[in-house]
């Protein structure tokens, strides 16, 4: 029964990741472009994807990140938002780490978000400043827009972590506290 369970799982990770993926793709669609890049909602939808999937949330957050640079026109970035944005929902989602009541504080919700951001910051900043690119001087540029992206994902982000419906959902870091409900619940 324990291998059914498993595979069970596996299969709403996977269909979680596609639909999330699919999500971060539209929320990064949704933009308002700037001189270097666009400010957009997928950050939000990472945020959201980070709390419900845990670390995996690396792979909707760079798989439909990177596919809306590729429409987009942003072949360039491609691979720095791939790596910037999958560590965003990798790192995010241990920082999302459930307490033994299987819940995670404000402070920790704000501290996740905030450290994230502050990836996706200064990601781009270095990518941005590289020769290559545009140099330091330009990158400069995208800080505050960047900075203003990662502010509404924040405040958009924290909201959506209080929907119950989200708490049903959360697959790969369900605490054993969880499983003991689960356990409790059958007995």
């Not at 910051?121 to 941005?128: D, M, N, T, V």
């Given at each position: 029964m324990s291998n059914k369970n498993n595979n069970k799982n596996n299969l709403k990770i996977i269909a979680y990741s596609g639909v999330l993926a699919a999500l971060v793709f539209v929320g990064t669609e949704l933009h308002i472009p700037t001189a270097?890049?666009?400010?957009?909602?997928?950050?939000?939808?990472?945020?959201?994807?980070?709390?419900?999937?845990?670390p995996l949330a690396f792979?909707?957050?760079?798989?439909?990140?990177?596919l809306a640079d590729l429409l987009a026109g942003y072949p360039q970035y491609a691979v720095?938002?791939?790596?910037?944005?999958g560590l965003m929902g990798y790192v995010a989602g241990i920082l999302l780490k459930r307490n033994v009541q299987g819940k995670v504080s404000?402070?920790?919700k704000l501290y996740a978000s905030f450290i994230t951001e502050l990836i996706m910051?200064?990601?781009?900043?270095?990518?941005?400043s590289l020769p290559f690119m545009y140099g330091v001087e330009a990158a400069?540029?995208?800080?505050?827009?960047?900075?203003?992206?990662?502010?509404?994902?924040i405040v958009g982000a924290l909201p959506l972590m209080y929907v119950k419906l989200f708490d049903k959902y959360q697959l790969s870091q369900n605490s054993e506290a969880h499983k003991n409900k689960q356990k409790t619940a059958v007995s």
């Open positions: 270097i890049g666009h400010i957009n909602l997928g950050d939000l939808v990472i945020l959201v994807s980070s709390y419900i999937l845990g792979v909707p957050a760079a798989i439909g990140s990177t720095a938002t791939f790596l910037i944005k404000l402070v920790r910051i200064a990601g781009y900043f270095a990518f941005e400069l540029g995208s800080v505050i827009p960047n900075g203003i992206q990662a502010s509404a994902a």
